[in-house]
């Protein structure tokens, strides 16, 4: 894989500009690829819509616009982000992702592209990084965990776990222990749901 770029949509506060920016890209860069990130903020305050964009290539990238056909999508907030819209522009059998605790009802997006799912608020309040009663609580760390995991085959690199507790020690200013765990778990569960599949017939992708 030479390129690859990511959009993805989320809401002020969920922590999508500093996954990208602070978590993925230097991740990426340790897989040994280029990385560019940028958040585009669709008002400054928090539930506002954000969107991400992430571009990783072998060689350098000259190319500085937004992202209209993606390889991937990830959504943070499929009740408040048209799914519809946010898929916009994927490339036919390209990847989504989306946070949900009810991933059946995406079962007739496998269709048309390969899809994702993670209960990424569960993974985050399980390893105390997001307050509950924020309706805009962050998720950053988990979302973090399910993307990683679904790069690593795609750009045939596997980070150690070591690799990632050190690069989240030089770029997280506190809850470092509790992001690592909670991206962890988000590697760990991200689920791939199959076009022909039940609940109990899942993929669940194995560390």
């Not at 973090?144 to 070591?162: H, M, N, R, W, Y």
């Not at 689920?191 to 194995?206: E, T």
Request: proline share 5%; with cysteine.
């Amino acid at each position: 894989m030479e390129k690859f770029s990511v959009r993805l949509h989320g809401l002020g506060g969920q922590g999508l500009k500093s996954m990208i920016q602070d978590i993925l890209a230097p991740l990426i860069l340790e897989m040994g690829f280029q990385v560019q990130a940028f958040p585009f903020f669709g008002g400054e305050r928090r539930g506002a819509l954000v969107s991400g964009y992430l571009r990783c290539s072998k060689e350098r990238i000259t190319t500085h616009s937004f992202i209209n056909n993606p390889d991937m999508v990830v959504i943070f907030d499929h009740e408040r982000i048209s799914v519809t819209k946010a898929l916009e522009g994927l490339k036919p059998g390209a990847v989504a992702l989306i946070n949900t605790a009810f991933p059946n009802q995406f079962l007739g997006l496998t269709h048309d592209w390969q899809v994702y799912t993670l209960n990424a608020r569960a993974v985050s309040l399980a390893h105390g990084v997001g307050n509950p009663e924020d309706p805009y609580m962050v998720i950053n760390s988990a979302m973090a965990g399910a993307v990683l995991k679904i790069l690593e085959p795609i750009f045939e690199s596997q980070l150690p776990d070591k690799t990632i507790e050190t690069v989240l020690n030089n770029v997280l200013p506190q809850k470092i222990l509790e992001n690592y765990a909670a991206l962890l778990e988000g590697k760990k569960t991200v689920v791939k749901l199959m076009a022909d599949a039940s609940a109990m017939r899942q993929l669940l992708l194995k560390r």
